[in-house]
């Protein structure tokens, strides 16, 4: 069935790392965009990085990939195309990134589709000394 | 970054109501706009993509309208299920900026 699987969330100290897992099925992850969404405890929902589908024009500045101003410098997404996982490295974490973090699937890829149809469960995490 | 605001943040209603959330865009959005229903411990629900457009399964009694900067969902005759945490989100940039939310409890 169409679905994504979040892991790798957990307890980790200011500063330390972590890495996210999402892992897709059911449809054809290479040809999708994917995006990681959180939402810190009892907060709004916050957009925090894409990543493009393979073959897609990069972006003017040679990359395919766009974070939140809030992660960029800290988080780097990947993806793994042939086991069908999306990748989110962090690192130097702090405590206003504890949040649900959510692997997200727009409909499509151009413009007029990119809202979000396909959500995961979501994976904690609690940056706490 | 485009910034989003919602109205009002908590809304008191009961089961049969008709209810209205407003949405705006600090700049205009076109019509990339999509609302969502989330409830607690669950992922987002998309519920409206393109300003207006009903996402399938999505009952007929939520609508979406506007275009521009000004946006609304509208529930009509408000169901027990219903009873949720409404967010807007504009898609037309890559700040992909989602707005504050809208709590909608019983009056």
């Known amino acids: 069935q169409v679905q994504l699987v979040e892991s790798g969330g957990g307890v980790v100290q200011p500063g330390r790392s972590l890495r996210l897992s999402c892992a897709a099925s059911g449809f054809t992850f290479s040809s999708y965009d994917m995006h990681w969404v959180r939402q810190a405890p009892g907060k709004g929902l916050e957009w925090v990085a894409a990543?493009?589908?393979?073959?897609?024009?990069?972006?003017?500045?040679?990359?395919?990939?766009v974070y939140a101003d809030s992660v960029k410098g800290r988080f780097t997404l990947s993806r793994d195309n042939s086991n069908n996982t999306l990748f989110l490295q962090m690192n130097s974490l702090s405590a206003e990134d504890t949040a649900v973090y959510y692997c997200?699937?727009?409909?499509?890829?151009?413009?007029?589709?990119?809202?979000?149809?396909?959500w995961g469960r979501g994976t904690l995490v609690t940056v706490s000394s | 970054d485009i910034q989003m605001t919602q109205s009002p943040s908590t809304l008191s209603a009961s089961v049969g109501d008709r209810v209205t959330i407003t949405c705006r865009a600090s700049?205009?959005?076109?019509?990339?706009l999509a609302w969502y229903q989330q409830k607690p411990g669950k992922a987002p629900k998309l519920l409206i993509y393109?300003?207006?457009s009903l996402e399938n399964g999505v009952p007929s009694r939520f609508s979406g309208g506007g275009s521009g900067t000004e946006f609304t969902l509208t529930i009509s005759g408000l169901q027990p299920d219903d009873f949720a945490t409404y967010y807007c989100q504009q898609y037309d940039s890559y700040s992909f900026t989602f707005g504050p939310g809208t709590k909608v409890d019983f009056k």
């Open positions: 997200a699937r727009p409909a499509g890829s151009s413009v007029s589709w990119r809202y979000f149809d396909l």
């Open positions: 393109k300003a207006s």
């Open positions: 700049q205009s959005i076109s019509n990339l």
């Open positions: 990543i493009w589908y393979e073959g897609r024009n990069k972006r003017h500045d040679g990359s395919d990939k």
